[in-house]
Nanobody, 115 residues
């Protein structure tokens, strides 16, 4: 059974930083691509960033230069460092991966950015 457990969300002022973590189990982490998505109230879930097993990264235009995705294969963990946060970054952030053609999601962690 795949399990993805996010942590690190919270309330922060605009311009502040947060670091999200996702602990993964039930997958061969070192060969798994990982991603972060977010969903704001009334909006569709959208890609924030993803990272391949080889460490290549991809970012949504809205977070480029502010967010950094990274992974630690020894800890089966993926991280999202979020700097220069804006009120429009407020959302529930989800960790995701794919195994056996199934997309797996964590329960999400809330990020709220006040102006």
């Amino acid at each position: 059974q795949v399990q993805l457990v996010e942590s690190g969300g919270g309330l922060v002022q605009a311009g502040g930083s947060l670091r999200l973590s996702c602990a993964a189990s039930g997958i061969t982490f070192s060969i798994s691509a990982m991603g972060w998505y977010r969903q704001a109230p009334g909006k569709q879930r959208e890609l924030v960033a993803n990272i391949t097993s080889g460490g290549s990264t991809n970012y949504a235009d809205s977070v480029k230069g502010r967010f950094t995705i990274s992974r630690d294969n020894a800890k089966n963990a993926v991280y999202l460092q979020m700097n220069s946060l804006k009120p429009e970054d407020t959302a529930v952030y989800y960790c995701t991966t794919r195994k056996n053609w199934v997309q797996w999601w964590g329960q999400g962690t809330q990020v709220a950015v006040s102006s």
